[in-house]
């Protein structure tokens, strides 16, 4: 499990926009723009989605598991090909460096070849993790490095 205090890892093709947020989310959650063009987690399990995920308000101080509430800008990180995040493994998944991962449909990211739009540079077991909930937003989910495809 990482324990690195910021989401963007590498900035070598990364562009970073601010939105208004349609929803709370945690930092490292994938996102996705709504009708109304505000930011929130994206929606479509194993669905196309664009690599968009939810930086830390650093101008402000904020770190990565301060929750950004509906209704704020959220500072979205737009990682390009090869750049590495953190991003938010689903509850119950097992992956080994090398492992596709696509949208879970709630921001976070799951193991599958679908539609992929990353790769987990870790390895991380979450299969048995129902009893071991982290303090903070993300509860039972983790933060894994991934490399952006």
Sequence with gaps: MSNLNTIR????????????????AVPGHLVELNSDGKAQKHSGQGATAQLAFLFEDELQGKGIDEVVLSGNPGQIVY???GDEVQAVLTDGES???GSFLESNGDGTLKQGTSNPIAVAQEA???????????????????R???EAL
């Design 124 to 142: 991380m077991d979450l299969s048995a993790s129902s009893g071991e909930e982290e303090s903070g937003a993300l509860g039972y989910d983790k």
């Design 95 to 97: 992956v080994n460096p």
């Design 9 to 24: 890892l590498t900035n070598y093709n990364s562009v970073q926009k601010e939105r208004i947020m349609a929803e709370d």
């Design 144 to 146: 894994i490095q991934v």
């Design 79 to 81: 990682p390009g090909r």
